[in-house]
């Protein structure tokens, strides 16, 4: 049994061994053709390979040949027109060479021809000199005067002749421009109002009310923005909100109403409760303090005038007035000036000084509904004053100030001297008084400086400059010639507002004695 056993084994590790035995002749058999298959499949890559290299070595060589024989073409057709080029510039180097040629011959004849009349012009000008020299002693001898002096004599009166010519051409010249005048000044006028109305609204016509923070803008806009719009509805002016921070602009003409429009939105901003209801509410509220604050200062400004009595819609147009500006000028300041002026001149001359007075205080209270009504402030002013009855002088004093009417009577007339006045004094219109002194100054030297003045004075706050001149230094020619001549100078040289007007005085005084 174990024989058997032993010898099983032995038959099984034999054949275990004839497996592996053929299994590893079997694997080598199949490594090999796995190395054969390999090498065959490298074989036929390096065969594309070598195709490939050789189909773009014969491209890359057809590409070559293409590109230079393309670069041969390009070459030969630059090379004939340089060729060309140069043909032509030969061509037309010989036809100048040629050219100048011919012209140098021509400048040589010429300059003979020129050297032939040169010559005969000389002799031709020592003649002249010869018989100049005895036409000249033949004068002499004649006139009894030598060459220098009939030529001082003849060019003295050339002189004077020319100069009344200039006069009076230079005089129709004026004529004719001074019809024009007119137009070039409205010309003027238009271009200025053009140029700086942006300015002069962007400047004088807002109000910026600062706020305390930007949450605060969209308080005041609201929902739909239904605040903003019933704030421009009742108060009657434009309310910008943009990118400034902390500030909201109110734009508006009239003065009043801004300032109302500014106090209804801060006592807003102090409540917290901003919505139309509440906007509406306050906005009453202000109005009614705004008119109660300006009947309480027209009353005032009537009492300190000592004007017995008034209607209170007029009382309350004159406190109006405190919110007018014309020309930077407060009106109620103006209307209070011209008002005592006024008085005092009336009283100096004999009239009615507290009529004169009531008369100053009205004469521009159109000024306060300008913004409200259509038409001028005379018309306005003329029409209330007929409305609540005051006097026919108050009436004319309106017209007369603005030469509408001629003044009917003193009182009329102090008026019209005060308002001039008051407009007329420097600094009332914010001009600097300094700078006015210096505009004077520049003025009356400029018209010192003139030859034959005596002397010159500014007056009428440096709008007229009068030149008083020597009789006998110049005539009424030359005093327009003058008068022009002074007025360009300051053009150019002074700044000033409006206009100045230059007037030449010639006086001439003869004085004898009886004895």
Do not use: W
Not at 360 to 376: N, Q
Request: hydrophobic content about 40%; charged content about 30%; some cysteine.
């Amino acid at each position: 049994m174990d024989v058997l056993l032993i010898e099983g084994l032995v038959v099984a590790i034999f054949a275990a061994a004839i497996t592996v035995f053929v299994m590893k002749k079997l694997n080598k058999a199949k490594f090999d053709i796995y190395i054969e298959q390999a090498k065959a499949k490298a074989k036929v890559i390096e065969h594309e390979a070598e195709v490939t290299l050789k189909d773009a070595q014969i491209k890359a060589k057809k590409d070559y040949e293409r590109e230079f024989k393309a670069a041969k073409r390009e070459y030969d057709d630059m090379l004939y027109k340089i060729e060309k080029k140069e043909k032509e510039l030969n061509q037309h180097l010989e036809s100048e060479l040629k050219a100048i040629k011919s012209e140098k011959s021509s400048i040589v004849e010429n300059n003979e021809k020129i050297k032939t009349l040169k010559e005969g012009l000389q002799r031709q000008q020592k003649t002249y000199d010869e018989k100049l020299n005895k036409a000249i002693k033949v004068l002499e001898n004649a006139s009894g005067l030598t060459q220098d002096e009939a030529q001082k004599l003849m060019l003295e009166k050339v002189k004077e002749d020319s100069r009344a010519k200039i006069a009076s051409i230079f005089r129709r010249k004026y004529k004719v421009a001074e019809k024009n005048t007119q137009h070039e000044i409205n010309n003027m006028l238009s271009n200025a109002v053009t140029r700086y109305a942006g300015e002069f609204a962007a400047e004088r016509l807002i109000n910026n009310l600062p706020i305390n923070d930007e949450e605060t803008k969209g308080k005041i806009i609201g929902k739909e923005g239904r605040n903003i719009k019933a704030l421009e509805m009742l108060l009657g002016v434009d309310i910008i909100i943009d990118d400034t921070p902390n500030t909201i602009t109110i734009s508006s003409f009239n003065l009043y109403r801004r300032a109302i429009a500014t106090k209804t939105i801060q006592d807003l901003l102090e409540d917290g409760r901003i919505q139309p209801a509440r906007i509406e509410e306050i906005y009453n509220k202000v109005k009614a303090e705004f008119d109660k604050n300006i009947l309480k200062e027209g009353e005032d400004v009537v009492l300190e005038l000592g004007i017995k009595s008034m209607h209170p819609e007029l009382m309350k147009l004159v406190g109006r007035l405190r919110y007018r500006a014309s020309y930077g000028q407060n009106a109620l300041k103006h209307t209070l000036e011209v008002a005592n002026l006024a008085g005092l001149v009336a009283g100096q001359m004999g009239g009615d000084s507290i009529l004169a007075r009531r008369a100053g205080l009205l004469h521009d209270i159109g000024k306060a509904l300008t913004h409200d009504m259509p038409g001028s402030h005379v018309d306005l002013g003329a029409e209330i004053c007929r409305r609540y009855d005051e006097p026919d002088t108050v009436i004319n004093a309106v017209y007369a100030h603005h030469g509408h009417e001629e003044p009917i009577n003193v009182e009329s007339a102090a008026v019209c001297a005060a308002d001039a006045l008051s407009a007329a004094r420097p600094g009332a219109r914010r001009e600097v008084l300094e700078s006015f002194l210096k505009r004077v100054e520049e003025v009356e030297n400029i018209s010192t400086s003139k030859t034959g003045v005596i002397n010159a004075y500014a007056i009428n706050a440096g709008r007229e400059v009068r030149v008083i001149v020597k009789a006998e230094l110049v005539n009424d020619d030359e005093a327009v010639i003058l008068a022009t001549e002074i007025a360009q100078e300051i053009e150019e040289k002074v700044q000033y507002p409006g206009e100045i007007k230059v007037n030449v005085i010639r006086e001439l005084r003869a004085q004898s004695y009886a004895r």
